[in-house]
């Protein structure tokens, strides 16, 4: 594991299983917020953003750091400028948690 936080990137690609973690609280009457921690990637924070955008849930502000290997965003979302009601949430949660369990492909496979 040590080797996947060194100055120099790995010559092998390091199979690392990271949980990931979605979460939607009421913030406040006009907004809810949004904690994703899973996997860091390239391109994660516009594909998060386009699976929110896609179920016309808008996006505030957000957040969004890593350490090491694990990436861990924070949005404040609303829909038609009220917070998320329960059943809008479970829907975000599930169309992320679908999203971020594909595995991915690389370019050069095709």
């Known amino acids: 594991m040590g080797e996947a936080f060194g100055v120099f990137q790995p010559y092998q690609k390091i199979d ?3 949980a990931t973690h979605i ?9 809810s917020l949004l904690c994703v921690e899973t996997a860091d990637r390239p391109g994660l924070i516009v594909d998060l953003v386009k699976i929110i955008t896609d179920i016309n849930v808008d ?23 009220k917070a998320l009601i329960k059943p809008l949430q479970q ?20």
Do not use: Q
């Open 23 to 31: 979460h939607v609280y009421d913030d406040a009457p006009e907004r």
């Open 16 to 18: 690392v299983d990271i």
């Open 91 to 110: 829907v975000l949660a599930n169309s992320l948690r679908y999203f971020l369990r594909r595995p991915t492909t690389e370019d050069a496979s095709f």
């Open 59 to 81: 996006v505030e502000s957000g957040e969004f750091d890593t350490e090491g290997l694990l990436a861990k965003a924070k949005f404040h979302v609303n829909y038609k400028g």
